[in-house]
């Protein structure tokens, strides 16, 4: 089923990060008409309306849909109590108990529309909005996911017979400028918060090279380094890699734990990315592989990435034989790992179809004891 997805806020993101990892297939997404409060960084490529799709799913989308056949709303309050705008606001000024989100079909009026699942979240009386925002952000996700879940499992037909009932709406313009002050430090709060949460991973630096997890920032730079003809060349799957299909690869990242990929930055800016892979644990061996960006190719820095890692590899996390694979014509990068002390232990025949005849793939390694003499 193809999903087009209303709105960019940071819930948005956050809630697509979760679906496309669990194969949902998102096909775009149109952003806010105005700049959200708390702005998300969409894993998705930004699309027209009229692009083909089977259901829309709004989660926070600012505007009315017009059209809205097969349009499902995440709305952020407990509806029909809390229809409209601003229910953070406005819960914590009620002194409300409890808020949540609903998932529904959308009506020709504002939030109203059969009701296919809600959900809770507790209010205490010391909340403030960005509490409830939190919670909000740690919910939204799986309740989404779950509310698709049953709608597939019930379909669109019996969707409409679920129950409905007029909103009491709360509206916005009713909040003051300092409140919108407050709204603009829960943003600054938030990013920072899940920020911090998602910060792990290695970090190694040696004063002119930072190493460190690839993110959502370095996208574009990394698929353009991956599809310029001079590095898709040596790679084994070389097809060139859409915008979407790299949104979706970075999405499913955090579910493959035998995989890490790192940025290798320089002054501030993406210079190559080194990737960590057959990681096996009971024999402390592991496989390395790197790809240089293009302008900053000849100037040291694969040697120095692999220094810092080798470093890491060997004496932090006691591995004991790092490998890799190289196509056999790419001498640049032989020439490299002859450098770095890798030795050749073997060939794969005939392991890389290329420019329409066959090529061997060379096996190197390098071992702690040899590493150590170094
Ligand atoms: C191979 C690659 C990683 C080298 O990165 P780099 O940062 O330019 O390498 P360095 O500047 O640290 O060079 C280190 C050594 O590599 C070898 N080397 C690098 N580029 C070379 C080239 N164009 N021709 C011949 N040797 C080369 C040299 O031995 C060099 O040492 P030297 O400068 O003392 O002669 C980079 O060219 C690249 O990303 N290539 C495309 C993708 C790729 O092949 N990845 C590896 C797949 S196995």
Same mark, same amino acid.
């Given at each position: 089923?193809?999903?087009?997805?209303?709105?960019?806020?940071?819930?948005?993101?956050?809630?697509?990060?979760?679906?496309?990892?669990?194969?949902?297939?998102?096909?775009?997404?149109?952003?806010?008409?105005?700049?959200?409060?708390?702005?998300?960084?969409?894993?998705?490529?930004?699309?027209?309306?009229?692009?083909?799709?089977?259901?829309?799913?709004?989660?926070?989308?600012?505007?009315?849909?017009?059209?809205?056949?097969?349009?499902?709303?995440?709305?952020?309050?407990?509806?029909?109590?809390?229809?409209?705008?601003?229910?953070?606001?406005?819960?914590? =000024?009620?002194?409300? #108990?409890?808020?949540? /989100?609903? *998932?529904? @079909?959308?009506?020709?009026? !504002?939030?109203? %529309?059969? +009701?296919?699942?809600?959900?809770?979240?507790?209010?205490?009386?010391?909340?403030?909005?960005?509490?409830?925002?939190?919670?909000?952000?740690?919910?939204?996700?799986?309740?989404?996911?779950?509310?698709?879940?049953?709608?597939? =499992?019930?379909?669109? #037909?019996?969707?409409? /017979?679920? *129950?409905? @009932?007029?909103?009491?709406? !709360?509206?916005? %313009?009713? +909040?003051?400028?300092?409140?919108?002050?407050?709204?603009?430090?829960?943003?600054?709060?938030?990013?920072?918060?899940?920020?911090?949460?998602?910060?792990?991973?290695?970090?190694?630096?040696?004063?002119?090279?930072?190493?460190?997890?690839?993110?959502?920032?370095?996208?574009?730079?990394?698929?353009?380094?991956?599809?310029?003809?001079?590095?898709?060349?040596f790679?084994?799957?070389?097809?060139?890699?859409?915008?979407?299909?790299?949104?979706?690869?970075?999405?499913?990242?955090?579910?493959?734990?035998?995989?890490?990929?790192?940025?290798?930055?320089?002054?501030?800016?993406?210079?190559?990315?080194?990737?960590?892979?057959e990681?096996?644990?009971?024999?402390?061996s592991i496989r390395i592989g790197a790809?240089?960006?293009?302008?900053?190719?000849?100037?040291?820095?694969?040697?120095?990435?692999y220094?810092?890692?080798l470093?890491?590899?060997?004496?932090?996390?006691?591995?004991n034989r790092v490998w890799l694979l190289v196509a056999d014509f790419n001498q640049p990068a032989i020439n490299l790992y002859k450098k770095l002390g890798f030795k050749r232990e073997g060939i794969q025949y005939q392991s890389l179809?290329?420019?329409?005849?066959?090529h061997h793939y060379l096996m190197m390694s390098i071992l702690r004891k040899d590493y150590?003499k170094e």
């Open positions: 089923m193809k999903i087009l997805v209303y709105g960019s806020t940071f819930l948005t993101a956050r809630t697509c990060q979760l679906l496309l990892t669990e194969g949902y297939n998102l096909v775009g997404y149109i952003p806010n008409t105005r700049p959200p409060a708390v702005p998300g960084k969409m894993p998705l490529p930004e699309v027209s309306p009229d692009t083909k799709h089977d259901l829309k799913l709004s989660i926070q989308y600012n505007q009315k849909i017009i059209e809205i056949k097969n349009a499902f709303n995440v709305h952020t309050g407990l509806l029909p109590e809390w229809g409209g705008s601003d229910i953070l606001y406005h819960t914590i =000024k009620k002194k409300a #108990k409890e808020q949540g /989100l609903t *998932f529904h @079909k959308m009506g020709s009026d !504002y939030d109203f %529309g059969p +009701i296919i699942c809600r959900t809770s979240y507790p209010v205490f009386p010391d909340d403030k909005i960005e509490d409830l925002y939190e919670r909000l952000a740690l919910l939204c996700p799986l309740f989404t996911l779950g509310s698709l879940k049953i709608l597939n =499992k019930i379909g669109f #037909k019996k969707a409409d /017979l679920c *129950f409905k @009932k007029k909103p009491t709406l !709360y509206l916005r %313009g009713k +909040i003051d400028l300092n409140e919108l002050e407050l709204y603009r430090k829960t943003k600054d709060i938030l990013l920072k918060k899940f920020k911090e949460k998602t910060k792990r991973g290695i970090r190694l630096a040696d004063g002119s090279i930072l190493i460190r997890p690839v993110n959502q920032d370095d996208l574009e730079s990394l698929r353009q380094l991956r599809n310029h003809p001079e590095t898709r060349r790679l084994t799957y070389n097809k060139v890699i859409s915008k979407k299909q790299q949104h979706a690869w970075f999405a499913r990242l955090p579910q493959n734990t035998s995989c890490q990929y790192l940025t290798i930055e320089k002054e501030d800016q993406f210079a190559g990315v080194i990737r960590l892979d990681q096996d644990q009971a024999n402390r790809d240089i960006a293009l302008k900053h190719r000849r100037q040291g820095i694969a040697t120095r990435a220094q810092l890692m470093d890491y590899l060997f004496i932090k996390k006691r591995i179809w290329r420019d329409k005849k066959w150590a």
